[in-house]
């Protein structure tokens, strides 16, 4: 049985010694047994007690950490709720549509295609060429033009002349009155037809300058008409271009949220093709409310506006 150091250190065992002593008459040793003084008797502890028990370690409360723990996991999770529901009760949800702003583009002249450089789908910026009639007839009206203003001015010149010669006559009495007349009033015919001369010339080369067709904004091609060598009225519609610069979404507001709205409030648009990826804006205008309240309403007033019915659209989109 082992015991606790403890007890061992209180206990004492009797010690016996044995002593030898020798006679000289070859008789047997004696032995004879002694005992040391500390072997006294002393009580024996009764060993069948049992020993003390060790002290027992603390446990750790794991099942009241857990139980805090998901407490304050609940806590968190019904703040966050409370304050996404007051988030959604602040925001205002509005359904509309996007404003489509098209511009049909044409020559101001009328002539044969001789390039159409974009097709549809293709995106054009501000100032791009993008087509061209045929300029030999309009490049042939600015030389006509060109000699026309010369020979206006070469006619001016030569009845400035004249009205100077005849008016120095008058003074010298040789020629009537009537005669310097007749030379000042052709003097001012001849300005007259310089001043039409340089007009047609300028209108020449105006309608010169159409023969070339540009984007007047940043777009995007919807559709193309007409195709190089076609012969194009004047005012023709040959593309459709959808400006994107500034796109518009038409929002609208119940009565009892107007005075959540104001001009250039900052907003977030979402779309049906891209719902995680918002457009940030601005309101721009504010007008009476009206049409749109909710997203159904919206789809029915897209098809309304695109004239198919929602069923029909619903089916097109499938």
């Given at each position: 049985?082992?015991?606790?150091?403890?007890?061992?250190?209180?206990?004492?065992?009797?010690?016996?010694?044995?002593?030898?002593?020798?006679?000289s008459n070859?008789?047997?040793?004696?032995?004879?047994?002694?005992?040391?003084?500390?072997?006294?008797?002393?009580?024996?502890?009764?060993?069948?007690?049992?020993?003390?028990?060790?002290?027992?370690?603390?446990?750790?409360?794991?099942?009241?950490?857990?139980?805090?723990?998901?407490?304050?996991?609940?806590?968190?999770?019904?703040?966050?709720?409370?304050?996404?529901?007051?988030?959604?009760?602040?925001?205002?949800?509005?359904?509309?549509?996007?404003?489509?702003?098209?511009?049909?583009?044409?020559?101001?002249?009328?002539?044969?295609?001789?390039?159409?450089?974009?097709?549809?789908?293709?995106?054009?910026?501000?100032?791009?060429?993008?087509?061209?009639?045929?300029?030999?007839?309009?490049?042939?009206?600015?030389?006509?033009?060109?000699?026309?203003?010369?020979?206006?001015?070469?006619?001016?010149?030569?009845?400035?002349?004249?009205?100077?010669?005849?008016?120095?006559?008058?003074?010298?009495?040789?020629?009537?009155?009537?005669?310097?007349?007749?030379?000042?009033?052709a003097r001012?015919?001849?300005?007259?037809?310089?001043?039409?001369?340089?007009?047609?010339?300028?209108?020449?080369?105006?309608?010169?300058?159409?023969?070339?067709?540009?984007?007047?904004?940043?777009?995007?091609?919807?559709?193309?008409?007409?195709?190089?060598?076609?012969?194009?009225?004047?005012?023709?519609?040959?593309?459709?271009?959808?400006?994107?610069?500034?796109?518009?979404?038409?929002?609208?507001?119940?009565?009892?949220?107007?005075?959540?709205?104001?001009?250039?409030?900052?907003?977030?648009?979402?779309?049906?093709?891209?719902?995680?990826?918002p457009y940030?804006?601005?309101?721009?205008?504010?007008?009476?409310?009206?049409?749109?309240?909710?997203?159904?309403?919206?789809?029915?007033?897209?098809?309304?506006?695109?004239?198919?019915?929602?069923?029909?659209?619903?089916?097109?989109?499938?």
């Open positions: 049985m082992k015991l606790p150091r403890r007890l061992k250190e209180h206990w004492t065992y009797p010690v016996e010694t044995v002593g030898v002593s020798i006679v070859g008789a047997q040793p004696e032995k004879t047994k002694t005992t040391s003084k500390d072997s006294a008797p002393q009580a024996t502890p009764d060993r069948s007690a049992p020993p003390p028990e060790a002290p027992e370690r603390r446990r750790v409360p794991w099942k009241a950490i857990l139980v805090a723990a998901a407490l304050v996991i609940c806590g968190v999770a019904f703040y966050a709720w409370h304050v996404h529901q007051r988030h959604q009760r602040d925001r205002l949800l509005l359904y509309g549509n996007v404003d489509i702003r098209e511009v049909n583009l044409g020559f101001r002249v009328g002539g044969k295609i001789a390039q159409v450089l974009k097709d549809e789908g293709d995106a054009v910026k501000e100032g791009e060429f993008i087509a061209r009639l045929d300029p030999e007839p309009y490049e042939r009206e600015v030389d006509d033009a060109k000699a026309r203003l010369e020979s206006a001015r070469t006619t001016l010149a030569n009845n400035e002349r004249t009205f100077v010669r005849k008016k120095d006559l008058l003074g010298q009495k040789v020629l009537a009155q009537q005669e310097v007349d007749d030379a000042s009033a001012d015919a001849a300005r007259a037809e310089v001043d039409r001369a340089e007009a047609g010339l300028a209108s020449a080369k105006l309608h010169l300058a159409d023969t070339e067709l540009k984007a007047p904004s940043n777009g995007v091609v919807m559709t193309r008409v007409f195709e190089p060598g076609a012969i194009l009225q004047t005012g023709a519609t040959l593309f459709t271009i959808s400006l994107s610069d500034v796109v518009w979404v038409r929002a609208y507001v119940s009565e009892d949220r107007l005075g959540n709205v104001h001009q250039g409030m900052t907003v977030f648009v979402f779309t049906d093709s891209a719902p995680d990826k940030q804006g601005q309101i721009g205008l504010h007008l009476a409310a009206s049409g749109v309240h909710s997203e159904e309403c919206r789809d029915a007033r897209a098809a309304q506006l695109a004239g198919l019915s929602p069923a029909r659209r619903d089916f097109k989109s499938r």
